[in-house]
């Protein structure tokens, strides 16, 4: 390791005591005013660029702007989606919800109308039977055509009456 450092030294020293050969620096000589003028057009460039770039400064921020109120409504927006997704589905749950309980109602509906059509059946045959059932006024007819207890002892007495007197005409014949 010593080695090594000894010999980068060795190179260092030799790096120095080598020498360049000189430059000569070659005079320009330019005339003042045309100097000024190129100085002065640099100057203009200088300023319209500076002017250009604080447009384009402004033009950026007020970019940088709209993006963060686009950012900000995408946001929202995004929120606004979600809460839509998700009305969505439970819309369509409910709507899964609601064919069950559509075809549910089928169903019952169809055994409603078995039972209906048995009631039908039923009600038919009882209008028969209430159609050969006696009404309140049949019943009034009937009392009024039918003889009393007093009627029926005359009519037997009145039918005993005759038996005697047929018997007794035969008997005397």
């Known amino acids: 390791m010593q080695e090594r450092i000894d010999d980068h030294e060795a190179r260092i020293r030799r790096l120095e ?3 360049t050969d000189e430059i000569q ?9 045309d100097m000024q003028n190129q ?61 069950s ?7 019952d509906m169809e055994q ?9 059946k039923f009600f038919e045959e009882h209008g028969k039977r209430l159609a050969a059932t006696a009404t309140k006024d049949d019943v009034t007819r009937l009392e009024t055509a039918m003889a009393t207890k007093g009627d029926l002892a005359a009519m037997k007495n009145e039918i005993l009456d005759a038996m005697k ?5 035969k008997s005397g014949e």
């Open 17 to 19: 005591q080598q020498r």
């Open 39 to 99: 100085l002065g057009n640099h100057a203009e460039l200088l300023k319209e660029i500076s002017q250009k770039q604080d447009k384009i400064s402004a033009d950026v921020e007020e970019l940088k702007l709209d993006a963060k109120a686009y950012t900000g409504d995408a946001a929202i927006f995004k929120n606004k989606v979600e809460h839509i997704e998700s009305d969505v589905s439970t819309l369509k749950s409910d709507m899964g919800t609601l064919k």
């Open 112 to 120: 409603v109308k078995t039972i209906q059509s048995g009631h039908s």
């Open 165 to 169: 007197q047929l018997l007794q005409q």
């Open 25 to 33: 620096a070659v005079r320009v000589e330019v005339a003042s005013a």
């Open 101 to 107: 309980d559509v075809s549910t109602l089928k169903t």
